[in-house]
């Protein structure tokens, strides 16, 4: 027999990555292309979805060309994407919206009104608090743009957009994979499905959102143009795929319950994989996505542009470091991290918010980043590490909600995955603050393997999606928590929490001096 293939593509914030997957789980090649993010007013960000489209293509035949793999020996194609913002196609699958990113706030006040009015029901309903995710995001289209709202046929995402434009599909074909569910605002958890109360109440027909299948599902098959385009076959099934996310999750091996998540990424996302609903009605913080494995959930959070902290302080703060390390021709974060590895754990008594963005979950779109407690005898060493421990003081408090909620949950690990694992002194302070030991794999770019996984099961190459990933993730590093330091960062953890508390009056009327 032929050897199989499985093309894995995520559509991420920041770019667009595809990778080749060989049946034994070797990542032959790897392309990426960095995206464009479009800023048309202050609060708004858009994409293209024809850049979505362009960079699929793109590197698709890179990754082809790197492998040297025969067209004819690809199995399958599976996509991930950006979960939280909405695109929207008319009846042939023609974009009638830019990308409503993730990041943009202009629904803002759909979000409050939301929360002020109706955050029970829906985090009873849906398993999330309100904050910037499809329904606020509809609402405001439904409500500002009525005539292009008339003209919508279904609301989709990036990565569900380009793999129906490369099968072909029209309006009546749209889907989500389950894992995207939950973003959107309008779906019963507990029951599986559209939520028809949701619906009557907010005003969003049930109609204009897609059917829901699940990641392993052939939504179509390439078509004889699209092949042409991407350098493959024609006939190629199409597989759903999942969200970003939750493709993150398995293919980091959450396939039990206990394990964490640490997403070090763009958004730093903390999850915990748990087979129970638990909806965070007291806290209106953690929010439950629906893993690829469907008897488990992911409950989590992440901060809106916690990993952009860092590219900040490198870019606008540490351009003499920067500019060192381009020099030396090393990575400016390495020295960075060399730098606050000599600071003592708390930054001596600095403290970071990492909220620049306004925070997601709680949602609090009046906080800001803020830096409390520095003398003259802080550095920019000391700057960059409270960085590093102000999203683990984050992760602390999910963490700290969780065991409140689910008491027989037991915690045993923290896999850490994205660009931010690769820095030792963040991974023991995470260690450090959360008290759990931080794992390391063998593997990256770990949403791809997921997709191969989901792509070789839909067309039966495997037998067991979970055998398999976990045949083919391991762990290679531990970092144990040191009981010592853990014991003093509980202090400063308790600390960071007092000052988030506080942070509604200290930026009362800060909006009105930004307008």
Not at 115 to 142: F, N, S
Not at 318 to 340: C, F, H, Q
Not at 353 to 379: E, M, Q, S
Not at 502 to 510: A, I, Q, Y
């Amino acid at each position: 027999m032929s050897p199989q293939y499985f093309i894995g593509v995520d559509i991420g914030t920041t770019g667009t990555k595809a990778t080749i997957v060989d049946e034994e789980g070797r990542q032959l090649a790897i392309a990426y292309e960095e995206s464009k993010l479009y800023y048309p007013r202050v609060g708004w960000v858009e994409q293209k979805p024809e850049d979505f489209y362009s960079s699929t293509r793109n590197t698709v035949n890179e990754v082809l060309r790197k492998s040297r793999v025969d067209p004819r020996d690809v199995a399958s194609i599976a996509f991930s994407g950006q979960m939280a913002g909405i695109l929207a196609i008319d009846r042939n699958w023609n974009h009638v919206i830019p990308y409503d990113s993730w990041l943009d706030i202009r629904c803002k006040k759909y979000i409050d009104m939301l929360m002020e009015g109706y955050a029970d029901l829906l985090i009873e309903i849906t398993g999330v608090p309100p904050t910037v995710d499809h329904l606020p995001k509809m609402m405001w289209w439904k409500n500002e743009r009525p005539e292009i709202f008339e003209r919508i046929y279904k609301f989709t995402v990036p990565a569900v957009y380009v793999a129906g434009r490369l099968a072909g599909l029209s309006g009546d074909d749209a889907f989500y994979d389950y894992t995207y569910v939950t973003f959107t605002g309008l779906f019963d958890i507990r029951r599986m499905e559209w939520s028809e109360e949701l619906s009557r109440t907010f005003g969003i027909p049930l109609d204009k959102l897609p059917k829901v299948v699940r990641p392993w599902d052939i939504v179509g098959e390439l078509t004889s143009d699209e092949a042409e385009k991407l350098g493959l076959v024609k006939g190629i099934p199409v597989v759903a795929g999942a969200g970003d996310g939750m493709a993150c999750s398995l293919g980091a091996g959450l396939t039990e319950p206990g394990i964490c998540l640490d997403i070090a990424g763009t958004a730093s996302a903390f999850y915990v994989s748990v087979d129970a609903i638990v909806p965070d009605t007291k806290h209106r913080t953690l929010l439950h996505l629906k893993s690829v494995v469907p008897e488990l959930w992911n409950i989590g959070a992440y901060i809106n542009g916690g990993g952009l902290c860092l590219r900040w302080f490198r870019d606008e703060i540490a351009r003499d470091v920067k500019m060192e390390a381009e020099r030396r021709g090393v990575d400016p974060y390495k020295l960075l991290d060399e730098m606050a590895s000599k600071i003592p754990e708390g930054s001596e008594g600095l403290f970071f918010i990492p909220h620049l963005g306004g925070r997601a979950y709680p949602y609090n779109p009046k906080l800001r980043g803020i830096w409390v407690g520095y003398t003259w005898k802080h550095t920019m060493a000391h700057f960059y590490r409270s960085i590093l421990e102000g999203i683990a003081y984050e992760y602390f408090h999910y963490l700290k909600i969780l065991k409140e909620l689910l008491k027989s949950v037991k915690i045993t690990e923290v896999r850490g995955i994205g660009g931010g694992s690769k820095s030792p002194i963040w991974n023991q302070i995470k260690a450090d603050i959360l008290g759990v030991p931080y794992i390391l794999l063998n593997q990256e770019e770990l949403a791809a393997l997921a997709l191969a996984v989901i792509g070789g099961y839909a067309v039966k190459a495997f037998k067991d999606y979970k055998t398999t990933i976990n045949e083919w993730v391991k762990p290679i590093k531990r970092i144990e928590p040191r009981e010592e330091i853990h014991e003093k960062y509980l202090q400063y953890a308790e600390f960071y929490e007092r000052l988030i508390e506080k942070s509604d009056e200290l930026f009362e009327g800060h909006e009105k001096l930004i307008e």
